[in-house]
């Protein structure tokens, strides 16, 4: 632990991380989830539809593209703007510029693919059909959900989007406009100091680490300013722990505790009066009022309507109060309609909602949907892989990543993916961007 109060890297030179990393991207060159060129197009008429075209949709457009000779494959999605989220954190820590993150979806989109720029209203999966909200019926003979998920903010009583930015809320979810105003909000608060309140929803959220994320960026800043001692932190978790992931929790709670940051296990922020800057959590002993001066929502998150309010959705046990699609976790294929296969944040499954799993289950649902193509049983299995640069400060990060049965699963061997150093961050910063978007090309 330093003087500063976060922690200093371990040394691993730099020279010696580039040639690791080279090393690293050798190694993926035999991969199991890259497409192997010289492998043979299956021969096909299939009409393929993809709902979405976010990270999942377009890595699944790319590589069916690539695998499928004479589909028809169509992607849907009214969005023509692509967001790298990721880089959301980057910004709203003060660190990225929010045109970084922004891309015409048409650069991503590969030759071939029909979009249609319109969102669908309705999965009709027993008639094989999506309807747009234009009226447009459009159908199909496999199907494809990536609709990604949606920000509930306004589950939170007197929360809106448009309050992030004012009245001393921020919310690094909502897009790259929202983070920027995260980072003004976060600045106000680190110059005139009081109680800064962080926290997380119960439920499937998208990238779990960014709610701790964003408490520890305002710690570092504050420290940064020498203005730590005037401020007072606060993690509202919604359950008793402030991670999912066993090891991973252990460290977190440590780190907050050097840091002097103080957890408040099962407190689910349920209303919000930015007037009179007060948060109201629902805890086992009742309601519980704060006075706040920096307060990072965290919405509640769900599927989007129309997959919720669809045959799609799981019908009975732990994802159907939101309505998640129902996917086998391992084969990513429906449950109950054998030519429907879900990626990325839509699935109802117990873990893998970042870019990073979207990565992991590309080849796994793109393989399987050829299989059932040609007539055979699907072989390929998605583990669970999840995993996000956990940022502890500007210019360190640890790399967790982890599986289905929470156990950590390191792609890196000279990383301690516990402990907090320059190398993940780097990652962060330089390496994953240009790597999210192979994925979305499919090129890995
Ligand atoms: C703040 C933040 C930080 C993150 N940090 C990380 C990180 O460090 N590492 C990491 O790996 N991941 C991270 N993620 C998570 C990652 O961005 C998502 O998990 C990933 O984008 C999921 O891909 P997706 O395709 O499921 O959803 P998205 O990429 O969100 O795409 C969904 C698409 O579906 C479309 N859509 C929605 N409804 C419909 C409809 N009815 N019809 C048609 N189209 C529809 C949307 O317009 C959108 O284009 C972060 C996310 C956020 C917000």
Same mark, same amino acid.
């Given at each position: 632990?330093?003087?500063?109060?976060?922690?200093?890297?371990?040394?691993?030179? #730099?020279?010696?991380?580039?040639?690791?990393?080279?090393?690293?991207?050798?190694?993926?060159?035999?991969?199991?989830?890259?497409?192997?060129?010289?492998?043979?197009?299956? #021969?096909?008429?299939?009409?393929?539809?993809?709902?979405?075209?976010?990270?999942?949709?377009?890595?699944?457009?790319?590589?069916? /593209?690539?695998?499928?000779?004479?589909?028809?494959?169509?992607?849907?999605? /009214?969005?023509?703007?692509?967001?790298?989220?990721?880089?959301?954190?980057?910004?709203?820590?003060?660190?990225?510029?929010?045109?970084?993150?922004?891309?015409?979806?048409?650069?991503?989109?590969?030759?071939?693919?029909?979009?249609?720029?319109?969102?669908?209203?309705?999965?009709?999966?027993?008639?094989?059909?999506?309807?747009?909200?234009? %009226?447009?019926?459009?159908?199909?003979?496999?199907?494809?959900?990536?609709?990604?998920?949606?920000?509930?903010?306004?589950?939170?009583?007197?929360?809106?989007?448009?309050?992030?930015?004012?009245?001393?809320?921020?919310?690094?979810?909502?897009?790259?406009?929202?983070?920027?105003?995260?980072?003004?909000?976060?600045?106000?608060?680190?110059?005139?100091?009081?109680?800064?309140?962080?926290?997380?929803?119960?439920?499937?959220?998208?990238?779990?680490?960014?709610?701790? @994320?964003?408490?520890?960026?305002?710690?570092?800043?504050?420290?940064?300013?020498?203005? #730590?001692?005037?401020?007072?932190?606060?993690?509202?978790?919604?359950?008793?722990?402030?991670? %999912?992931?066993?090891?991973?929790?252990?460290?977190?709670?440590?780190?907050?505790?050097?840091?002097?940051? &103080?957890?408040?296990?099962?407190?689910?922020?349920?209303?919000?009066?930015?007037?009179?800057?007060?948060?109201?959590?629902?805890?086992?002993?009742?309601?519980?009022?704060?006075?706040?001066?920096?307060?990072?929502?965290?919405?509640?998150? /769900?599927?989007?309507?129309?997959?919720?309010?669809?045959?799609?959705?799981?019908?009975?046990?732990?994802? /159907?109060? @939101?309505?998640?699609?129902?996917?086998?976790?391992?084969?990513?294929?429906?449950?109950?309609?054998?030519?429907?296969?879900?990626?990325?944040?839509?699935? %109802?499954?117990?873990?893998? @909602?970042?870019?990073?799993?979207? @990565?992991?289950?590309?080849?796994?649902?793109?393989?399987?949907?050829?299989?059932?193509?040609?007539?055979?049983?699907?072989?390929?299995?998605?583990?669970?892989?999840?995993?996000?640069?956990?940022?502890?400060?500007?210019?360190?990060?640890?790399?967790?990543?982890?599986?289905?049965?929470?156990?950590?699963?390191?792609?890196?061997?000279?990383?301690?993916?516990?402990?907090?150093?320059?190398?993940?961050?780097?990652?962060? &910063?330089?390496?994953?961007?240009?790597?999210?978007?192979?994925?979305?090309?499919?090129?890995?």
């Amino acid at each position: 632990m330093a003087d500063n109060g976060y922690e200093t890297g371990r040394g691993l030179s #730099r020279r010696r991380f580039l040639k690791l990393a080279g090393v690293a991207a050798m190694g993926a060159a035999g991969a199991p989830w890259l497409i192997d060129p010289a492998r043979a197009q299956v #021969r096909t008429s299939a009409r393929v539809v993809i709902a979405g075209a976010g990270a999942g949709g377009l890595a699944m457009a790319s590589r069916l /593209s690539r695998l499928l000779d004479g589909a028809r494959i169509t992607i849907v999605d /009214s969005r023509e703007i692509h967001w790298y989220q990721p880089g959301f954190t980057l910004i709203a820590g003060g660190v990225w510029a929010p045109d970084r993150v922004t891309t015409p979806n048409s650069a991503f989109m590969p030759g071939g693919v029909e979009w249609i720029k319109a969102d669908i209203a309705e999965f009709d999966p027993d008639g094989n059909r999506v309807v747009t909200d234009q %009226g447009q019926t459009v159908r199909y003979d496999y199907l494809v959900v990536a609709t990604g998920l949606e920000l509930d903010y306004g589950d939170i009583e007197g929360m809106e989007r448009s309050l992030i930015g004012q009245h001393g809320i921020g919310s690094v979810y909502a897009g790259p406009q929202h983070a920027a105003a995260t980072w003004a909000t976060m600045q106000a608060f680190v110059e005139g100091g009081g109680l800064g309140i962080f926290g997380r929803p119960p439920g499937g959220i998208k990238c779990a680490g960014a709610p701790l @994320k964003m408490t520890l960026l305002t710690d570092y800043h504050l420290r940064e300013a020498g203005r #730590r001692g005037r401020a007072e932190l606060i993690y509202a978790a919604h359950n008793d722990a402030l991670f %999912g992931v066993a090891p991973v929790n252990e460290r977190v709670t440590e780190m907050f505790g050097s840091r002097g940051i &103080e957890p408040q296990y099962s407190h689910v922020l349920k209303a919000v009066d930015p007037g009179r800057r007060t948060a109201t959590f629902d805890t086992p002993d009742g309601d519980a009022t704060l006075d706040y001066d920096f307060l990072h929502v965290v919405p509640p998150m /769900s599927p989007p309507d129309p997959v919720t309010n669809s045959a799609l959705a799981w019908q009975e046990g732990p994802f /159907s109060d @939101k309505g998640w699609l129902e996917v086998d976790q391992y084969t990513m294929r429906h449950r109950r309609y054998p030519n429907v296969f879900g990626i990325g944040d839509v699935n %109802g499954i117990p873990k893998g @909602k970042t870019a990073a799993s979207v @990565k992991a289950q590309a080849p796994v649902v793109a393989g399987n949907l050829v299989r059932v193509i040609e007539d055979r049983e699907p072989t390929h299995r998605y583990n669970g892989y999840t995993s996000c640069p956990l940022v502890t400060a500007v210019g360190q990060a640890m790399l967790v990543e982890f599986d289905y049965e929470g156990n950590l699963i390191p792609s890196f061997p000279f990383l301690d993916p516990l402990e907090p150093s320059w190398v993940p961050w780097m990652m962060e &910063e330089l390496m994953l961007r240009p790597a999210y978007d192979a994925v979305l090309r499919g090129r890995i």
